[in-house]
C-alpha cells in the first residue's frame, strides 16, 4: 500500500514560520503512523524540487503549507509552485493546501483534472499571534487554538478519516474553542483572546473542500 | 474604495485590539494593531485586506450567534 505523503512547508516570515512549525506536529504523528514523508522546507520548497519528489515518490497525499491566492500555491519566496496550468501532477492525489485563496479556482481545476479531492480555503487564511511568542509557534496561546484547528484536518486524514470527516472535524473543533471563549467571558474581558476568536471563526467560514468527500488515504 | 465612516468604524475597531497580538497575512506580511491602523489610514492593498476582514466578521455577528446557539449533532 502507498504510504507515501509530500509535505511543503515554507518559512520566510512570520505566518510561514507559524505554518513551518506546526507542521510539524503532523508530520510527526504521519511517522507514528507508519507513513513515509517527504518534507520539503524552507528555500528546499521550491517547484524543481517538488515536481521530482511527486514523480519519483507519487504521494497519496499532498499537504502545502505557505502563500497562496485563487490561482496559484507559492513555495519558497514565492516562487509559483502550482497554477491552474499545472494541476495535472496533482492526478490521483488528496491535497490540502493551507494557504490563502486556493480552494476556489485552483481546487476546481485540481479536481476537474483528475486529484481526487482538494482542501483549502476558499479566502484568507490568518494567523494570530502573541507577539512575545512570535519565536516559538508551538507555545503560542492566541495561535494554539487557529494552528490546531487547521492541523486536526491533516492528522485526521492520516489517521484514516474520509476527506469530509477530516473537514467536519475541524469546524466542529471551531466551534468548541468560539463556545469555550464566548461562554466562559473571555471574549469580553481578555483583548489577546478576541483576536484568536475571530480568526477562528474567519478561517473556518472558508475551510472547502472540493472532490470525493469519501476519499481517505487509508482504505 | 472604503468610504470615509467606513474606515473611521475600523480604525475605532483596530484601536480597541490588544497591542500584544499581531495578525498574520499569510505570505503578506505580519502587522500589529498600530501598523494595521497605519496601512488603513494609508490606504494601502493591505489596509484594504484588513478593512474587508474587518466587515466580513461585523457583518457576519448574527450568522456567528446563530451557529454558536444551534444544538451539536
Known amino acids: 500500500m502507498n504510504k507515501n505523503i509530500l509535505v511543503l512547508r515554507t518559512a520566510y516570515d512570520g505566518g510561514t514560520f507559524y505554518l513551518y512549525e506546526w507542521t510539524g506536529v503532523v508530520i510527526e504523528n504521519a511517522g507514528l503512523k507508519g507513513f513515509d514523508v517527504s518534507d520539503l522546507k524552507k528555500e528546499k520548497a521550491n517547484r524543481k524540487n517538488f515536481y521530482g519528489l511527486l514523480k519519483s515518490t507519487n504521494p497519496i497525499f499532498v499537504f502545502l503549507n505557505g502563500h497562496g491566492d485563487n490561482n496559484t500555491f507559492y513555495g519558497h519566496d514565492d516562487e509559483e509552485i502550482i497554477t491552474t496550468s499545472s494541476t495535472t501532477g496533482l492526478k490521483n492525489k488528496i491535497v490540502y493546501a493551507r494557504a490563502c485563496g486556493c480552494s476556489t479556482q485552483l481546487g476546481d481545476k485540481a479536481v476537474q483534472e483528475g486529484c481526487v479531492a482538494f482542501i483549502g480555503y476558499s479566502d484568507y487564511f490568518d ?49 468548541k474553542e468560539l463556545r469555550k471563549i464566548l461562554f466562559s ?32 488515504l487509508i482504505q | ?48 485586506a484588513i478593512v474587508k476582514r474587518e466587515l466580513e466578521f461585523i457583518r457576519d455577528m448574527p450568522r456567528l450567534s446563530i451557529i454558536l446557539s444551534e444544538e451539536d449533532e
Not at chain 2, 470615509?4 to 502587522?31: D, Y
Open chain 1, 185 to 216: 467571558g473571555r471574549y469580553k474581558e481578555d483583548l489577546e483572546c478576541r483576536d484568536t476568536f475571530e480568526k477562528l471563526y474567519m478561517n473556518d467560514k472558508h475551510l472547502d473542500f472540493k472532490g470525493d468527500e469519501n476519499a481517505k
Open chain 1, 127 to 175: 494567523i494570530p499571534i502573541q507577539n512575545s511568542r512570535s519565536a516559538t509557534p508551538l507555545h503560542d496561546p492566541i495561535a494554539k487554538p487557529v494552528m490546531e484547528a487547521s492541523n486536526v484536518i491533516a492528522t485526521a486524514l492520516i489517521k484514516g478519516n474520509t476527506v469530509g470527516e477530516a473537514v467536519e472535524h475541524s469546524h466542529k473543533l471551531v466551534k
Open chain 2, 1 to 48: 474604495m472604503y468610504d470615509e465612516k467606513t474606515l473611521r468604524l475600523i480604525i475605532a475597531r483596530l484601536s480597541a485590539k490588544s497591542p500584544n497580538v499581531s495578525i498574520a497575512i499569510v505570505g503578506k506580511g505580519t502587522f500589529n494593531r498600530d501598523e494595521m491602523i497605519n496601512q488603513v489610514k494609508e490606504h494601502t492593498k493591505i489596509g484594504e
